[in-house]
């Protein structure tokens, strides 16, 4: 069993930035594929960007150039640096873990993705 806590959302202005970060309670971290997904009031779950356990890295075009994922495999934490802020960003953030590691997939869906995380709000006041 693989717990993944999420922290860093918060209520940021426009052209701000927040940095989100995701534990992993797994013991073999450094070969999970992660991934970050986002939530806005009454839309679908959507992915925003992963990084898989040998540091490729994959962004939505909707965050691309704004976002960068990375992770620490000695502190068993993804991290997910969110620039250029904009009130469509606003969403509850959840971060995923492929603990198979895969990488013959784009891990861009959820069904992908075998442990997710609660959640994290961040708001992004215009």
């Known amino acids: 069993q693989v717990q993944l806590v999420e922290s860093g959302g918060g209520l940021v202005q426009a052209g701000g930035s927040l940095r989100l970060s995701c534990a992993s309670s797994?013991?073999?971290?450094?070969?999970?594929?992660m991934g970050w997904f986002r939530q806005a009031p009454g839309k679908e779950r959507e992915f925003v960007a992963r990084?898989?356990?040998?540091?490729?890295?994959r962004y939505a075009d909707s965050v691309k150039d704004r976002f960068t994922i990375s992770r620490d495999n000695a502190k068993n934490t993804v991290y997910l640096q969110m620039s250029s802020l904009k009130p469509e960003d606003t969403a509850v953030y959840y971060c995923a873990a492929d603990t198979n590691g895969r990488l013959e997939v784009p891990l861009v869906r959820e069904y992908e993705y075998d442990y997710w995380g609660q959640g994290t709000q961040v708001t992004v006041s215009s």
């Open positions: 797994g013991r073999t971290f450094s070969s999970y594929s």
């Open positions: 990084i898989s356990r040998i540091g490729l890295t």
